[in-house]
């Protein structure tokens, strides 16, 4: 399965229902305009990214979620 290149985190969330409760919405690279642009991905899938998530939660500080709480999930 190709792996896809995220352009950049735009959003976050707290879903309690989840057994990651930390959920990030990222826009991927490539796929600007179309209706596969964006999708919501746990935390624990975004390991691989975490200098975006660190950068997002230093330009949105008021977002749900923190670094500390991403490197809690995936440490």
Do not use: Q
Not at 62 to 70: E, L, N
């Amino acid at each position: 399965e190709p792996e896809f290149e995220i352009a950049h985190i735009v959003d976050s969330k707290l879903d309690r229902r989840r057994t990651c409760h930390l959920l990030y919405k990222v826009f991927w690279l490539g796929y600007e305009d179309t209706e596969d642009e964006s999708s919501w991905l746990p935390a624990t899938e975004l390991k691989h990214v975490a200098e975006l998530v660190a950068d997002f939660h230093s330009a949105y500080p008021g977002k749900p979620g923190s670094v500390d709480m991403f490197n809690s999930y995936t440490s």
